[in-house]
């Protein structure tokens, strides 16, 4: 009785700490945060983890704070357990400084990147924004990365508490000028990944970025087919995700489908990226006109998002898993991107507009909402309203 009474006690504990952490992030800080240079918050707020990360102390306070080990919310995916469905997507981690901080706070996997076979320092500035009447950031990194092999290196001899995943894409350089060299240049990339000495858990493919230069692109069937074929013939020795657009219609996105399905090394599908339609009815214009360049993350994506997962689900949930990625600000857009079909949902958006406790939020809400339906598992509630 004192057992139960002791941890009843530490749940209320927690979720007026994560309360209390919203209330003062939302209200105050992000106000303050909001009024500087985005970029170099991002670059003090992944150094600032990556310190947290390497303090043995820092990582039991945030665990004890943060981590949610309620066992209806965990599953076992591609031979890999995911404590979480929550996980970072890529694209915000792109230099691998979070990876012994995220389990911390709560996410049960991780991507690291987008990395690519060579170094690229970053489209044109400004490449990150703020749009909060849109609930949005504009996004024009083009795959800024120092490379795969040197990000890596820096991974080497780190063992990791939750999954961490490695999204690979095409190096954004205009030098790639056929499909050849694209083929050729993302190969190179697995192959440095796969001889990297690092016990990452999944790849991510990630062919849908819209702000790369040249011509090359992966979406046509008969060049993704030939990028698959070409990967596949290296002998993967992990899962691997592939990252779509959310721009094409729905029956270029079944065509697509049709070939990754016949791909086995292939486990996953992730809907999807930024929104690239500027007069989508989420985007407050008057934001939009500040950034001439670059696409959008989080509410603009929220809708196509849900509804590729759904139609891949019906069509193809028997085959392949299905990520979500795209406007998850709470545990009822994480549920609903579950119900439609999501076995695993990303974000990064949230976490710049809601705060660093959002992800165990969300844990503990999805426990809620999973036992509230009568669901004795995480699994069982996956594509029930598809």
């Not at 240079?37 to 945030?62: C, M, N, Q, Y």
């Not at 090359?216 to 020795?237: M, N, Q, R, T």
């Not at 079944?254 to 791909?263: E, L």
Request: aromatic share 12%; net charge positive; hydrophobic share 40%.
């Amino acid at each position: 009785m004192f057992g139960r009474g002791r941890f009843v006690i530490i749940a209320i504990m927690r979720w007026l700490i994560l309360t209390t952490i919203s209330f003062f992030y939302r209200n105050f800080l992000k106000r303050i945060l909001f009024l500087q240079d985005p970029e170099k918050i991002h670059h003090r707020a992944v150094r600032a983890g990556e310190w947290l990360g390497e303090s043995k102390t820092a990582k039991t306070f945030f665990s004890f704070f943060f981590r949610e080990r309620d066992t209806i919310i965990s599953q076992r995916l591609f031979n890999i357990q995911f404590d979480s469905p929550i996980g970072l997507s890529a694209g915000f981690d792109y230099e691998a400084r979070l990876t012994q901080i995220l389990p911390c706070l709560g996410f049960g996997f991780g991507s690291v990147g987008t990395l690519t076979y060579l170094k690229y320092e970053g489209n044109p500035r400004p490449m990150l924004g703020r749009l909060p009447k849109s609930r949005s950031l504009m996004v024009n990194k083009g795959f800024k990365n120092l490379g795969v092999a040197a990000t890596l290196e820096r991974l080497n001899g780190k063992t990791f508490t939750c999954p961490v995943g490695i999204s690979i894409g095409k190096t954004n350089t205009e030098k790639i000028a056929t499909q050849r060299d694209g083929i050729e240049d993302v190969v190179n990339a697995f192959r440095a990944a796969e001889q990297a000495n690092v016990s990452f858990s999944y790849y991510e493919l990630n062919i849908s970025c819209p702000n790369l230069k040249g011509t090359v692109e992966f979406y046509d069937p008969i060049h993704l087919k030939e990028l698959l074929s070409a990967i596949g013939g290296i002998g993967i020795s992990r899962p691997v995700w592939i990252k779509i657009p959310i721009s094409k219609t729905d029956s270029e996105i079944m065509a697509m489908m049709d070939i990754i399905v016949a791909f086995p090394f292939i486990e996953a599908v992730i809907f999807g990226n930024l929104q690239q339609d500027r007069n989508h009815p989420a985007l407050n214009q008057d934001e939009v006109k500040k950034f001439p360049h670059g696409n959008f993350s989080g509410l603009p994506c929220r809708d196509k998002s849900d509804e590729l997962i759904c139609l891949a689900f019906k069509n193809y949930g028997s085959r392949i898993k299905i990520v979500g990625c795209g406007g998850v600000f709470s545990a009822t857009d994480a549920y609903r991107k579950i119900k439609l079909g999501a076995s695993l949902v990303e974000l990064i958006t949230g976490l710049i507009f809601e705060g660093p406790q959002l992800v165990s939020q969300i844990n503990y809400e999805l426990a809620y909402f999973l036992r509230r339906d009568g669901y004795r598992s995480i699994t069982e509630a996956i594509g029930r309203d598809a």
